[in-house]
């Protein structure tokens, strides 16, 4: 099984509002990553977790708080966020997460978030 | 710090072989060059990974000069289902950090 589950797949929120994206892997992978994308742009790293702790932060506002319950498993929850955050935020995984090294990354399809 | 540079936009025909270089200063010294293809509204796909000379798997080429600072992904025989975004990422020795490339959008026409 080589794939990356992201759930939901397309998410509307008032900048009010209080929700989670979701993403699972059955890998075995112990590096698992968030990022942004927008529209004609290359993914924006967000985070990063290495073994369940949370290894790199990309100075991403605190409105996005990444949390990883086990190993398979990786949650954004997302509060008072701004219309600017309209995105595709895109989770994968890959093996190992050496510094400085890129390793195989496999990318799940991703949740569509508009903020209103 | 690194920084990757590919051209914005390709086109080409079906059946025609295409190569897209994408240029990489600093990168870290065992970092490999990984692309990824991504079609609208997917996210990027795996295609093809190196760290020195030439690698082929079924579906690309990948060419890496002696210096690494460029690499070319070499396609051959594209069809339209090969019309997408092509990105290239490295590692950066200096700061840890991964580099992606602004991404190559690729048209194969028929």
């Given at each position: 099984d080589t794939e990356v589950t992201q759930t939901p797949k397309h998410l509307v929120m008032g900048m009010t509002n209080k929700k989670s994206l979701k993403c699972e892997q059955h890998m075995g992978h112990r590096a698992m990553?968030?990022?942004?994308?927008?529209?004609?742009?290359?993914?924006?790293?967000?985070?990063?977790?290495s073994y369940e702790k949370l290894s790199i932060n990309e100075s991403v506002p605190s409105r996005f708080s990444p949390e990883?319950?086990?190993?398979?498993?990786?949650?954004?929850?997302?509060?008072?966020?701004?219309?600017?955050?309209s995105a595709l935020y895109l989770c994968a995984s890959s093996q190992v997460r050496l510094a400085g090294v890129a390793d195989t990354q496999?990318?799940?399809?991703?949740t569509r978030l508009t903020v209103l | 710090l690194a920084k990757t540079t590919q051209p914005i936009s390709m086109d080409s025909y079906e059946g025609q072989e295409v190569n897209i270089t994408c240029s990489?200063?600093?990168?870290?010294?065992?970092d490999y060059i990984t692309w990824y293809q991504q079609f609208p509204s997917q996210g990027p796909r795996f295609?093809?990974?190196?760290?020195k000379t030439k690698v082929t798997n079924e579906v690309a080429s990948l060419f890496i000069p002696a210096d690494r600072k460029s690499s070319t992904l070499s396609l051959p025989r594209v069809s339209?289902?090969?019309?997408?975004?092509?990105?290239?990422?490295?590692?950066?020795?200096?700061?840890?950090?991964?580099?992606?490339?602004?991404?190559?959008?690729?048209?194969?026409?028929?």
């Open positions: 990553y968030w990022y942004k994308q927008k529209a004609k742009k290359p993914p924006e790293l967000m985070f990063v977790y990883c319950p086990n190993s398979s498993l990786l949650n954004l929850h997302l509060h008072a966020l701004q219309p600017e955050d496999y990318f799940g399809p991703g | 990489h200063n600093n990168i870290a010294t065992n295609i093809i990974q190196g760290y339209l289902s090969d019309t997408a975004v092509y990105y290239c990422l490295v590692g950066d020795d200096s700061n840890y950090q991964l580099i992606w490339g602004a991404g190559t959008k690729l048209i194969i026409k028929p």
